[in-house]
């Protein structure tokens, strides 16, 4: 069971990558009143984990709706969040969220809202993107039995809570960091991610050839 928690924290926390979600959401709020930003992120948070809720409370229903085998979704999982650690590994992904956020900040300069900035793009898709929901389904389809799912939700709610936390803090986050520090801990995350995606897939394809 450990061993389970330590691997669905490793992975959520990488795929959704807290810390890193900090700079982003200081270009969003950006001349925003620091009232206004403590509203954003915390609408942003709730939005956020509704969605992963969703998607933690139904994955598995949803994979039977569809006629998606568990092995099916490990393998598909699995190769998206390899993707991700390949942009984590070579710095794209951070350059692809602040274009993200760049296009939200123009698309919403003249008539913007808090409400519609801490949706999109803060928990659309920076927070619960495709990465984060597909995580999700893949862990919970794995957990061996209730209590041990019932520990996923914990843990979802951990790093949802560090995602608010980091914009709260995201000022002196930035600044203790630096943008070496940032570099750094991005690539050694997306090499923990890549080998964690590769467990992912093989145990999908152990479990075809089994069957």
Same mark, same amino acid.
């Given at each position: ?29 950006? @001349? ?10 915390? *609408? ?14 139904? @994955? $598995?229903? /949803? ?6 085998? /568990? ?5 598909? #999982? ?8 390949? %942009?984590?590994?070579?710095?794209? *992904? $951070? ?6 956020? %760049?296009?939200?900040? %123009?698309? %919403?300069?003249?008539? #913007? ?28 389809? $794995? ?9 996923? #939700? @914990? ?19 930035? *600044?203790?960091?630096?943008?070496? &520090? $940032?570099?750094?801990?991005? *690539?050694?995350? #997306? /090499?923990?991610?890549? &080998? ?16």
């Amino acid at each position: 069971m450990l061993d389970y928690y330590i691997n669905a924290f490793a992975t959520l926390f990488v795929t959704i990558d807290p810390v890193g979600l900090a700079p982003m959401f200081l270009a969003i709020t950006a @001349g925003m009143s620091k009232h206004d930003r403590r509203k954003v992120a915390i *609408r942003a948070t709730i939005t956020a984990a509704g969605i992963l809720l969703v998607f933690y409370a139904s @994955g $598995q229903t /949803v994979l039977n709706v569809l006629g998606i085998s /568990v092995s099916a979704f490990r393998v598909a #999982g699995g190769i998206l969040l390899f993707l991700i650690a390949i %942009e984590m590994i070579f710095g794209k *992904r $951070q350059a692809r969220k602040s274009e993200t956020a %760049e296009k939200a900040m %123009e698309s %919403e300069a003249h008539h #913007g809202t808090i409400n519609e900035l801490a949706i999109f793009p803060l928990a659309i898709p920076l927070i619960s993107g495709p990465a984060a929901i597909s995580a999700i389904i893949l862990l919970s389809s $794995q957990a061996p039995d209730t209590l041990t799912y019932a520990g996923l #939700g @914990g843990v979802i709610a951990f790093i949802l809570l560090s995602c608010m936390g980091a914009f709260l803090l995201a000022d002196k986050i930035e *600044r203790l960091l630096g943008d070496t &520090a $940032q570099l750094v801990i991005t *690539r050694l995350l #997306g /090499v923990l991610l890549a &080998a964690l995606s590769v467990q992912f897939v093989a145990d999908g394809v152990l479990a075809f050839i089994q069957k």
